[in-house]
Structures are given as structure tokens and as C-alpha cells.
């Protein structure tokens, strides 16, 4: 059986203000294809800064859109292989 193995860097900055939270997750596969997804979280002006919690929610939604960019690339393989259209996700 064959084992394989990906890495996924998350890259976390903040703006000067700690108002928004940026995280960029990428992904590296073992044939060297590297996918890459960016996301936000910005806070309330009326919080006061955690930022943990941007952290947290920025890396969730940047892995989040990563997954959703997987399936989809999973599923386009799939379809073109079986000589379909791929399926809406």
C-alpha cells in the first residue's frame, strides 16, 4: 500500500489596527502541486481585540475554502474520467 503525504502551512497576519485577521492556507502535495486559499476575519469594532479568535476563524474558513477547493478538483477528475459533466457542489 502506498502512503503518501501533503502539508498544509497556514500563514496568519494582522492588520495594524488588529481590525482584520488574514490567514493563507497552503497546500503542498507530494508530486509538488501547491493549491493555495486566502481568508478574513474582521472584528467588530465594538469587540475588544482577541486575537486568538481571528486566528481561529481566519485558518478555519481559509482550511474550509481549501476543502471545498479539493472536492471540487476530486469531483471534476471523477466526472472527466466517467465522460460527465462534474456535479455542483
Do not use: Y
Amino acid at each position: 500500500m502506498e502512503s503518501k503525504e501533503w502539508t498544509v502551512q497556514i500563514f496568519i497576519s494582522e492588520d495594524d489596527a488588529d481590525a482584520v485577521t488574514t490567514a493563507k492556507a497552503v497546500l503542498m502535495t507530494a508530486d509538488g502541486r501547491k493549491r493555495e486559499c486566502v481568508a478574513h476575519a474582521r472584528r467588530n469594532p465594538d469587540d475588544q481585540p482577541v486575537p486568538s479568535i481571528g486566528d481561529e476563524l481566519a485558518a478555519g474558513r481559509a482550511l474550509s475554502d481549501l476543502a471545498g477547493k479539493l472536492m471540487r478538483e476530486g469531483a471534476e477528475d471523477v466526472a472527466q474520467m466517467a465522460g460527465h459533466a462534474p456535479r455542483a457542489w
